[in-house]
């Protein structure tokens, strides 16, 4: 368990393996799901978007990460009046929020506005931890890098395909392909920012501050 959890002063090669599990655990379940039969991209996406029984299975796993990584690093902030971790939580608690009501996509031509608030206080985590720290925080950088690439996708590549001359149905598949080089990186950096937060919550004390 120690091996996984993440702290602020986690260590580049430390952060890196953890985001290579939650990268790998993402493509296992889609590879898995596509496997079985089941559509994995509406696995991927939100349950309101499918009626079909695996519809949000692995966008649920995820909000229910975010939002246990919101809980725990309210907590530690609570416990020890720590701002950085209190700025995760509130990070953590919009992500989960945005991803369960899906607030960005009803935003319409105002969603990368919203992308640049996300940005914004990503930011002020990652100043707040390192400045904390004393060093780079490694953990919080790479799920920020990981979001960037996921929001790139999500802002850009519907884009790029229909400015191809492609047949309709390469055009159907690369917009699907797009979901899941939005989704499992989404998922990675979902992953260590949660185990930052938990890790934060249960392998440290005050005194270690």
């Known amino acids: ?3 996984v959890l993440l702290t602020r002063k986690s ?23 596509f496997w079985l039969g089941f559509d994995a991209v509406a696995a991927l996406r939100d349950r309101s978007l499918s009626t079909l029984p695996e ?8 909000i229910l990460l975010m939002a246990v990584a919101a809980v725990a690093a ?3 902030a609570w416990k020890r009046s720590d701002l950085p971790l209190a700025t995760l939580a509130l990070f953590c608690c919009l992500f989960a929020v945005d991803d369960a009501f899906l607030i960005h996509e009803a935003l319409g031509p105002w969603q990368a506005a919203f992308f640049a608030i996300y940005g914004l206080l990503a930011l002020l985590v990652f100043v707040l931890f390192s400045k904390t720290a004393s ?10 890098a990981v979001f960037v690439a996921s929001v790139s996708v999500d ?3 519907g884009l790029l395909v229909a400015l191809l001359p492609l047949s309709s149905n390469l055009e159907g598949f690369l917009l699907r392909l797009g ?5 499992v ?3 990675g950096g979902i992953f260590v920012m949660a185990s930052c937060a938990i890790g934060e919550a249960v392998l440290r004390s005050p005194k270690q501050e």
Not at 11 to 30: K, Q, Y
Not at 55 to 62: P, Q, T, V
């Open 185 to 187: 990186p989404k998922f």
């Open 155 to 157: 802002l850009f590549w």
């Open 74 to 76: 309210a907590i530690a």
């Open 135 to 144: 060093r780079l925080s490694w953990p919080i950088f790479m799920a920020i």
């Open 1 to 3: 368990m120690r091996f």
């Open 11 to 33: 260590g580049a090669s430390h952060s890196t393996v953890v985001l290579l599990i939650g990268l790998i655990a993402a493509s296992l379940m889609v590879l898995t799901l």
């Open 179 to 183: 979901f899941v080089l939005e989704d």
């Open 55 to 62: 519809a949000g299975l692995i966008s649920d796993l995820g």
